[in-house]
C-alpha cells in the first residue's frame, strides 16, 4: 500500500506570496491533518480534515487555510507568506472510521517550504 | 502544552537495548500513548501504542506502567539506523479528534 504522498517535496518561495501544498493519504483513509514543523516551535497541529469538513484547528492565523476533496486528498494554503512560515508541512492520514478511531496516524515526508 | 515529558537526549550502544521513558501522568482512562520517531528531513515514523497492556510489534516494545502514567518504549537490539528523535504522544481527546500534541522528543545517539 502506497504511503502518504506530498507534493512538492521543496519549495520556495517570497513574502507576500501564497503558495498550495498538496497531500494524498493513504488508499482507504479519510481523514488528513496538517502538521507544520519548525526548529524553534516544534511539531504544531494545523487542522484536520474528514468528510471534506475541518473536524479541529490548532491556533495559526487565518492565513493557514485547507480543504478536502471527496477522493480524501487535502490541499493547504498559505496566503500572504511571511518568513516565519518557513518550515516543513507535514500531512498525516488515519482511516477514522468507526471502532478504528484510535488508529495512529501516519506521516508523509512533507513539503519543505522556503519564504525568503 | 504537551501532555507528556521526555529526556532531551539519550545514548546506546549499538546492538544494546534502548530503553526510552516517558511520562504521562495526566493521561485519562481511555487515552493511548502512541510512539513515533523522526529522522532527519523526513515526516514522523509511527513505531507502537497502546492502552494498558504491553505491546510488541517487529520495531519495538511498549512497557506501560499499571498506573499509565509513564512508559518505556524499548528497542531490544539498537543499529545506528535507530538514530532519531523519538516522540511519545498522548491524544488530547479520546472523542475521536485526530490531534496530537507533540512534545520536544527524545534524541537518540546509537553509538558504534
Known amino acids: 500500500k502506497a504511503g502518504v504522498t506530498q507534493t512538492p517535496r521543496y519549495l520556495i518561495k517570497t513574502r507576500g506570496q501564497q503558495v498550495t501544498l498538496s497531500c494524498s493519504p493513504i488508499s482507504g483513509h479519510r481523514s488528513v491533518s496538517w502538521y507544520q514543523q519548525t526548529p524553534g516551535q516544534g511539531l504544531q497541529f494545523l487542522f484536520e480534515?474528514?468528510?471534506?469538513?475541518?473536524?479541529n484547528k490548532g491556533n495559526f492565523p487565518g492565513r493557514f487555510s485547507g480543504r478536502q476533496f471527496s477522493n480524501s486528498r487535502s490541499e493547504m494554503n498559505v496566503s500572504t507568506l511571511e518568513l516565519g512560515d518557513s518550515a516543513l508541512y507535514l500531512c498525516?492520514?488515519?482511516?477514522?472510521?468507526?471502532?478504528?478511531?484510535?488508529?495512529?496516524?501516519?506521516f508523509g515526508n512533507g513539503t519543505r517550504l522556503t519564504v525568503t | 502544552d504537551a501532555k507528556t515529558t521526555q529526556p532531551p537526549s539519550m545514548d546506546c550502544a549499538e546492538g544494546r537495548a534502548a530503553n526510552l521513558p516517558c511520562n504521562h501522568s495526566t493521561i485519562s482512562g481511555n487515552e493511548y500513548v502512541y510512539w513515533y520517531r523522526q529522522i532527519h528531513s523526513q515526516g514522523p515514523q509511527y513505531i507502537i501504542h497502546?492502552?494498558?497492556n504491553n505491546e510488541t510489534n517487529e520495531m519495538a516494545s511498549l512497557i506501560i506502567t499499571e498506573d499509565r502514567k509513564s512508559s518505556t518504549l524499548i528497542l531490544p537490539h539498537a543499529t545506528l539506523r535507530d538514530t532519531a528523535v523519538y516522540y511519545c504522544i498522548v491524544r488530547v481527546s479520546p472523542s475521536g479528534t485526530y490531534k496530537y500534541i507533540f512534545g520536544t522528543g527524545t534524541r537518540l545517539k546509537v553509538l558504534a
Open positions: 480534515y474528514f468528510s471534506e469538513t475541518q473536524r
Open positions: 497502546g492502552l494498558k
Open positions: 498525516a492520514s488515519s482511516p477514522r472510521t468507526t471502532g478504528s478511531y484510535n488508529s495512529p496516524l501516519h
